[in-house]
């Protein structure tokens, strides 16, 4: 074993888990921190995915469940504003997980730290999917979907932070809750699907 290549990829491990910790530690006091890609020395979208893993790791240790993924900048308009080529992914956790009752959600404002709120189309697979996939698999392992709306919070203190800061900051996942599930938009365009908010 190369020794240098082992202390090489310690050092990597101990500094995402440096991340993930105040990462956590901004979740949990509410408290707005620097952008990692200036405080942390992130440079790369693998190295933010890596920190976003060691958080959810942190979290699941401590009795937090992974109830499914998020998907951004999901529109080349998005992508392009962003300055970059791709969705982006985190992960949608149990303890924010807002149940809906009678059409009705309630979520208290002070969980969050700078809260927006997105209209989203969510989708129940009864088949597991994985690495380049077309629409029509995607659609094929579907077994129902609903709308749902997400609260998109960020743990930074700068509004200039890039987008591997917010990768890294579990895609800026805020909480998130469902409609009813069912096989009615199955049939439809989900390109045209449209949803409109009212405050």
Known sequence: MDAGRGTERLMMTIEYDDAAKALEQAWETRALIQP??????????????AIQSAWSTLRERNG?????????????????QAGFDRPDF???WESRFFVATGG?????AAL???PRIEGEIAFLLHSPLAGAVTIEEVLAATESV???????????ER??????????DNASFGAFTLGPWGRELLGEDLRRVSMILEQ
Not at 104 to 108: G, I, N
Not at 146 to 156: G, K, L, P, Y
Request: charged letters at 30%.
């Open 36 to 49: 990692l890609s200036r405080s942390a020395g992130m440079a790369t979208i693998d190295e933010a995915y």
């Open 104 to 108: 009705r959600v309630e979520m208290p």
């Open 90 to 92: 985190g992960r949608l």
């Open 146 to 156: 609903t709308a749902s709306f997400e609260i998109v919070d960020s743990r930074f």
């Open 112 to 114: 969050f730290l700078q």
């Open 64 to 80: 937090e469940r992974v109830l499914g993924r998020k998907i951004g900048l999901t529109s080349k308009a998005m992508q392009e």
């Open 159 to 168: 509004r200039d932070f890039r987008v591997i800061d917010t990768i890294a």
